[in-house]
């Protein structure tokens, strides 16, 4: 089974795409000195979302992320399924829909990610709110 976010955490995701639905996006920078928060619902899959959530940084002219994480959201919690960031260039998947409507996933990844979303939310918390 997938770990989900915390209640605390659960409760700023909720927050960040509050009124957000398939296809649209936001971004939230109430604060000059931390980096914006991007969040986009990417699709919808059965009674769940897919939603990215990112800060990104410019060098050398590009846009690049960190991080970038997905996660599925849906009555049960919400689950981080990726990561990604630029310098260093690390990508991970920790869950993934397979083509018969299922998912697998890496369970020791998915729960290192779950604990980091718990924190980077707390973070964004109390730099965005």
């Not at 980096?35 to 979302?49: F, N």
């Not at 959530?53 to 991080?67: K, M, S, T």
Request: aromatic letters at 10%; hydrophobic letters at 40%; one cysteine or more.
């Amino acid at each position: 089974m997938l770990n989900k976010l915390n209640k605390t955490a659960e409760k700023t995701f909720h927050k960040l795409i509050d009124g957000l639905k398939v296809h649209e996006s936001r971004k939230i920078e109430n604060s000059t000195a931390f980096m914006a928060v991007h969040i986009e619902v990417l699709e919808q899959r059965h009674k769940s979302l897919v939603v990215s959530v990112a800060h990104y940084f410019e060098q050398n002219g590009d846009l690049c992320c960190d991080p970038d994480m997905t996660f599925l959201v849906n009555d049960l919690g919400v689950f981080p399924l990726t990561f990604q960031q630029a310098i260093p260039p690390v990508y991970q998947v920790a869950a993934e829909f397979t083509e018969n409507g299922g998912m697998r996933y890496n369970k020791q990844l998915q729960k290192q990610l779950t604990q980091f979303a718990n924190g980077w939310m707390k973070n964004i918390e109390a730099q965005q709110f």
